[in-house]
């Protein structure tokens, strides 16, 4: 078949004779998202062509890359006039402790190294700097193991990579990773040899040893810019600057400022004061205050923009960095995001992007860890998770472990990311999914447990992530013995603390769901986070002890020697049950 001219994915849908929810069902299980009227490339529509085993007649189609379009330009104008160049984007890669965040120091002349813990850069950030009257935009990115995938994730969204290689140490474990993610961006890269002034530098060693993966610098007969440089000194960062501009201007970077915004989020967080944070990199057009957007699939406006220093900024224009306020929701990093029209189409997208996500999955039998350790080694099965994290640092660690292992009956796959408590939307695209539901330090919300308990999703929370592996390896290899498990009892609510003679403070609570009974454990739960547990000693209901108080009655709960509980708190009782296999 030929390509239809306006490639949509309803249009291609028409044209392959299929419903445009299995065109996005198929795009899914590439991981892309995308509505009914968003714009597909011809990559992309190839993919869904060979799923469906249809030849496409066009032959640049069929020589595409079968790999998906980069989010940031899914939808894109096939008009490019008006296009000026923008500030290029750095990204500085490298093994830990090889000098990249001491780099930037050096380049911006401020302290962030101070400021992380133990000098290592625990999150992406970036920055803007000015030479020779011109703008270049930096990401640092961490040189961690455990965030190996966060690091893949800035070099996919840069024009130009500059690999930090340590004079004295030469290439190490992480520099061939970084390198591998450069080459798998396809984007230029460039050398910066640090800690020249050290005794034991040795600058053409490491030229050597960048020859011998591929990376060959120009005084060896290839055309990768190596600078050296010291980030302690300053010697050579002026060389390194005028090197960055040479090289992004063989290929400058354009863009249209006055499209549509579009932009790339390169981390976000909770903050207690502002809510949830996205730092961003804008990639086309200007994003300004009020604008209304889409990011995933959760729609928002623009409250507040925060430039690289702290300040308040009225708009941020293409290939610049800012933090971005009004989100409902943590943003997943990575996502792009969208302003569009106005809150009735932002909110339009977002539902769309919803239903995708549910529509897109077949519904089959649930999945979990006990079935596997029954099925043995019987067949190849994937096992799909859907993570929720507390952060995105204990999100990219805990995904970094998991990534790592390895068996020969399981493939595992992560269908999903996230950051926060988990949600009844996680159990229900873990049902869509046919995945697990795994919580790494956040606790389900009652939505969550109810629709898990409904739906059949394996739900599981724990706090150290070995934990994770453990349970998957022991159901994989067949070893569940009988064991000790908690099971939900109930939940209560403290809606005030009551002083008690010779017993300190209690929680004057109201039961809400199911049952709290002596003796059980209670976990604490305080903005959708664990922060203590805890045994239930006494029961009161008015001066009586009792031994238990079930839903739509109030009590006094003595927690023992924990009485650091407020009003608000919920406690999740558990009562230990034997589990066989």
Not at 475 to 493: C, D, M, N, S, Y
Not at 506 to 516: L, M, N
Request: with cysteine.
């Amino acid at each position: 078949m030929e390509l239809p001219t306006n490639l949509t994915v309803k249009s291609l849908a028409d044209a392959l004779g299929v419903s445009a929810a299995e065109v996005s069902k198929i795009l899914l299980q590439h991981r892309v998202l995308a509505t009914i009227n968003q714009s597909l490339d011809p990559g992309t529509a190839n993919l869904v062509a060979e799923a469906l085993e249809v030849e496409l007649g066009a032959p640049e189609a069929a020589a595409e890359v079968a790999r998906p379009a980069a989010p940031e330009r899914a939808g894109r104008d096939a008009d490019r006039a008006g296009l000026v160049p923008r500030p290029p984007v750095v990204t500085v890669l490298g093994h830990v402790d090889h000098g990249k965040t001491s780099l930037l120091d050096s380049i911006r002349e401020s302290n962030v190294a101070a400021r992380e813990a133990g000098g290592i850069t625990q999150r992406i950030g970036a920055s803007v700097v000015s030479h020779e009257g011109r703008v270049i935009t930096f990401i640092d990115t961490p040189g961690h193991e455990a965030f190996t995938a966060m690091r893949a994730r800035g070099a996919n969204i840069t024009d130009l990579a500059v690999l930090v290689v340590a004079a004295n140490d030469g290439v190490m474990p992480q520099t061939e990773e970084a390198i591998q993610h450069v080459h798998n961006a396809g984007v230029p890269i460039l050398v910066a040899i640090n800690k020249i002034d050290l005794e034991d530098a040795n600058p053409d060693r490491v030229k050597q040893q960048l020859a011998e993966r591929g990376v060959v610098a120009e005084d060896f007969g290839g055309d990768v810019v190596c600078v050296p440089v010291s980030a302690k000194t300053g010697e050579g960062m002026s060389h390194l600057l005028e090197m960055i501009l040479l090289v992004t201007d063989l290929n400058p970077p354009l863009a249209d400022p006055t499209a549509p915004a579009q932009a790339t989020v390169i981390d976000s967080q909770m903050d207690r004061g502002r809510g949830p944070v996205a730092s961003v990199l804008v990639r086309e057009g200007t994003l300004r205050r009020q604008d209304y957007f889409v990011v995933g699939a959760v729609a928002g406006r623009v409250r507040d923009l925060i430039d690289d220093r702290g300040r308040r900024i009225e708009s941020c224009g293409p290939g610049l960095p800012a933090q971005v306020t009004g989100l409902p929701e943590v943003a997943v990093a990575g996502d792009s995001l969208l302003v569009l029209s106005g809150e009735k189409e932002a909110r339009t997208r977002a539902m769309d992007a919803r239903v995708a996500v549910r529509q897109g999955w077949a519904d089959t039998s649930r999945v979990s860890l006990a079935e596997l350790s029954r099925q043995g080694d019987e067949q190849l099965r994937d096992l799909d998770l859907v993570l929720k994290a507390d952060t995105h640092g204990a999100l990219e660690a805990l995904r970094s472990t998991l990534l790592k292992f390895s068996d020969p009956t399981v493939r595992l796959r992560l269908v999903y990311e996230g950051v926060g408590p988990i949600r009844e939307a996680d159990v229900d695209l873990g049902a869509a999914a046919n995945a697990i539901v795994v919580g790494f330090n956040v606790r389900p919300d009652a939505g969550a447990r109810a629709a898990s308990e409904r739906l059949g999703v394996d739900l599981r929370t724990y706090d150290v992530v070995y934990q994770i592996t453990d349970d998957i390896e022991r159901a994989i290899q067949g070893l569940h013995k009988p064991t000790f498990e908690e099971v939900f009892e109930g939940r209560a609510e403290v809606k005030v603390r009551i002083k008690v003679p010779r017993s300190g403070l209690i929680a004057g609570s109201q039961v809400t769901e199911g049952k709290v009974s002596r003796g059980s454990t209670v976990a604490v739960i305080r903005d959708g986070r664990e922060v203590q547990r805890a045994k239930v000693e006494s029961l009161r209901r008015f001066k009586d002890d009792v031994r238990e108080v079930a839903a739509g009655y109030e009590c006094g709960i003595d927690l023992g020697s924990f009485q650091d509980f407020a009003e608000g708190d919920v406690l999740e009782s558990y009562v230990v049950q034997q589990r066989n296999r």
